[in-house]
């Protein structure tokens, strides 16, 4: 019986290991080129990462940018980014992505220890029910798609199973170390992602029931459990100081994303995305979330091969709900996407991505009764006929191998052949962004770039020209080319690059031949199917601009800054239409201050005096290009576009600029506007 025992836990060892390393490879395998690309939300958490690890006193609680995010997976992606860049490697997405990796490892492993626990607790389940909810987590398409993505999801389905074995193993041992940790982890997740902060809650929920289950342990473990909530709290004090002084952050990301208001009222919303979430573990149809940056559009989470386990676990638990092993992946499934059900966009795979551990757990049940079904039968062998034992004791551990298999390799295939070759993740996840802002990094240190119509803080582009990066080049002037386009006047010294993502810039490519007939195309940039995404314009040195405005003019405006002239356009609109108004600034000196441009259609009213009949106001370039980055020597075309009413009357009309600051400062100091000349609208009399 010993001997059986041994072999046993051997044979358990070994199943684990070869878990693991399945779902190792199923993370690992790729992850510099799949995802493709550097998206936002890891970008901007890429950045925090590298302030954490470069910055001395960058050590924050709570990231304030991108609506709020919690900073853990900051954190330990500054700790993967210092480790590369020991080793030889580089700070990225495929460090991040390690990161996630890991974390989703250690998921696996987390819900197997967890598992081993429930077995431990509930006689009707074998030692091999860990193993098996550890593989089905581990070839689960939908753990696996977001353990290869660098933003934090991926750490919730590790802090429930996490927290969930170490109140286990508490409750059962007494262990006062194992109450500490499953503390510590419950504070861990309120600085993990706000989508995990119902995680303690649900511990708690747990907790009541193994007090009714099991009354007469509670008197002896009350102190763990007291040591569990106090060091939670304990822990969770600096966050909760923090939202203290900043409550508007508490609520900031919640709020944007919330269902609510007129569209969609949360009632009517919360049973919809209950019903759409609900769908997900249907292995037909399109249930799926259709964002293709968190799954093949439409997809299922589970394939069919997990779902029939899935829903045969689901009843089984059901059935026993009053034990505690089996009501704890059913209060975990409920919890963990309950904040998937107030949110918009349901269902929203990497919201509710916590539910993948308890859904493995549940997945594991049916599978671990066959496997017990067999272990019975062959215990019983000496007193039944061989040739009545051996084919159903083989048949039903081989089915439940046969369910991973294929499970495996349907997720393998479906990931990496069928998501990955998707021409939409070219987009999702910004891979021409990452691509052109790693091109200009690498650019000379001096030569000017412009970017257009990406601003260069964006946090995909800013990543690769981070401060104390290898980038031998800064950060371009980003300006959106659909408003206005700066240029150095007069001969240039050296070449010049204008960098513009044609797929959303279509202006820029018809009014730069036109400033330098002399610029040419040095690279292409081609998205996933072949077309092309951006464009780089290479304007040699010497090269001198060749386009001039329609009236010129030679204005002192102030703060260094003089208007050279303007063009209208068209020159004789008609009234309902749009009028466009380009201003040629000339810049002397950088300008200190920023200035909101406003334009005016001047005109006589019914009564013989002046009416403003028609405007536009905003900071140059639509806000893109404001006066504190402009640089001397610069010339800006900056273009306004001036709806004309409908009820216009025919005749001419007065055209007038300046610019002004919300506190009154206006220039041209001590004048109400320029004056620019004026503009026939509609037949003349």
């Known amino acids: 019986m010993l001997r059986k025992r041994v072999d046993g ?19 690992l395998w790729r992850i510099d080129s799949v995802p493709p690309g550097f998206h936002f939300d890891e970008s901007f958490e890429g950045l925090e990462a590298w302030r954490i690890l470069t910055e001395p006193g960058y050590k924050p609680v709570f990231l304030t940018g991108n609506f709020g995010v919690a900073p853990l997976n900051a954190y330990a992606n500054a700790i993967t980014f210092g480790l590369f860049e020991l080793l030889g490697g580089e700070a990225g997405p495929t460090a991040m992505r390690v990161t996630a990796a890991v974390f989703g490892v250690l998921g696996v492993l987390a819900v197997y220890a967890l598992g081993r626990e429930l077995a ?38 590790l802090a429930w199973a996490a927290a969930s074995w170490l109140l286990a193993r508490g409750w059962r041992t007494g262990s006062g170390w194992s109450f500490a940790g499953c503390g510590v982890v419950l504070a861990a997740c309120f600085y993990i992602y706000q989508g995990a902060w119902v995680i303690p809650f649900l511990v708690l929920l747990w907790t009541g029931h193994l007090a009714l289950a099991e009354r ?103 059935a026993h709900l009053r034990r505690p092993a089996y009501s704890l992946p059913l209060i975990g499934l409920a919890g963990l996407i309950f904040p998937g059900l107030l949110s918009d966009y349901a269902p929203h795979f990497h919201r509710i991505l916590g539910a993948a551990a308890p859904i493995a757990l549940l997945i594991a049940l049916p599978l671990d009764r066959l496997l017990r079904a067999a272990q019975n039968r062959t215990q019983g062998a000496e007193q039944r006929p061989p040739d009545a034992i051996r084919p159903a004791a083989a048949l039903l551990p081989a089915l439940a191998i046969l369910v991973f298999l294929v499970a495996g390799f349907t997720a393998a295939r479906d990931y990496f052949v069928r998501w990955a070759s998707l021409p939409d993740l070219y987009y999702a996840f ?30 995909t582009l800013a990543f690769a020209w981070r401060p104390g990066s290898e980038a031998s080049h800064a950060a371009p002037a980003s300006f959106d080319g659909r408003a206005v386009l700066p240029f150095a006047d007069g001969a240039s010294a050296q ?49 001198t601009p060749q386009y001039q405005p329609q009236v010129p003019m030679d204005v002192a405006v102030g703060d260094g800054i003089r208007l050279a002239g303007y063009d209208v356009i068209p020159e004789a609109p008609q009234p309902g239409d749009g009028l466009i108004l380009r201003l040629h600034w000339a810049v002397d000196a ?96």
Do not use: C
Not at 250 to 279: H, K, M, S, Y
Not at 283 to 302: C, E, K, S, V, W
């Open 430 to 459: 910004d891979a021409g962004l990452w691509d052109l802002g790693q091109w200009i990094a690498r650019q000379p240190a001096g030569m000017p770039v412009y970017l257009t119509p990406r601003d260069a803080s964006h946090p």
């Open 590 to 685: 950088v300008p200190v201050g920023d200035w909101t441009v406003f334009t005016h259609l001047l005109g006589s009213g019914p009564a013989g005096d002046s009416v403003l009949w028609a405007g536009r106001d905003s900071p140059p370039g639509n806000g893109s290009l404001p006066t504190n980055r402009w640089q001397a020597g610069w010339r800006i075309v900056d273009e306004y576009s001036i709806l004309l009413p409908e009820d216009l009357p025919p005749g001419r009309y007065e055209l007038e600029a300046g610019l002004y600051q919300a506190a009154g400062e206006r220039l041209p100091t001590g004048a109400v506007g320029i004056p620019l000349g004026t503009v026939q609208v509609g037949a003349p009399p």
């Open 216 to 318: 007469g342990k509670l008197r002896h473990r009350w102190r763990g459990l007291l040591l569990a909530g106090g060091l939670a709290l304990v822990l969770v004090l600096p966050l909760a100081w923090f939202f203290l002084r900043n409550p508007d952050l508490l609520v900031l990301r919640p709020g944007q994303i919330a269902i609510a208001g007129d569209e969609a009222p949360a009632p009517a919303g919360f049973w919809a995305n209950l019903w759409a979430t609900a769908r997900i573990v249907v292995p037909f149809g399109q249930g799926g979330d259709l964002d293709p940056r968190r799954n093949i559009p439409g997809a299922p989470a589970l394939s069919l091969w997990l779902a029939v386990p899935f829903f045969a676990g689901l009843v089984m638990a059901l």
């Open 9 to 27: 836990r051997q044979a358990a060892t070994w199943a684990l290991l070869l878990v693991l390393a399945v779902a190792a490879a199923l993370r």
């Open 495 to 543: 070449p010049e690059a204008y960098a513009v993502v044609e797929h959303e810039d279509f202006r820029t490519r018809l009014l730069l031949p036109e400033v330098f007939p002399d610029a040419a195309v040095t690279t292409d940039f081609v998205d996933a199917a072949g077309g092309l995404y951006a464009r780089v314009y290479s304007r040699p040195a010497g090269s």
């Open 120 to 157: 431990g607790m509930e006689p009707g389940l074998s030692p091999y029910f860990a193993v098996l909810a550890a593989a089905a987590l581990a070839v689960m398409r939908w753990h696996i798609h977001f353990s290869r993505m660098g933003i934090e999801p991926i750490l919730v389905p």
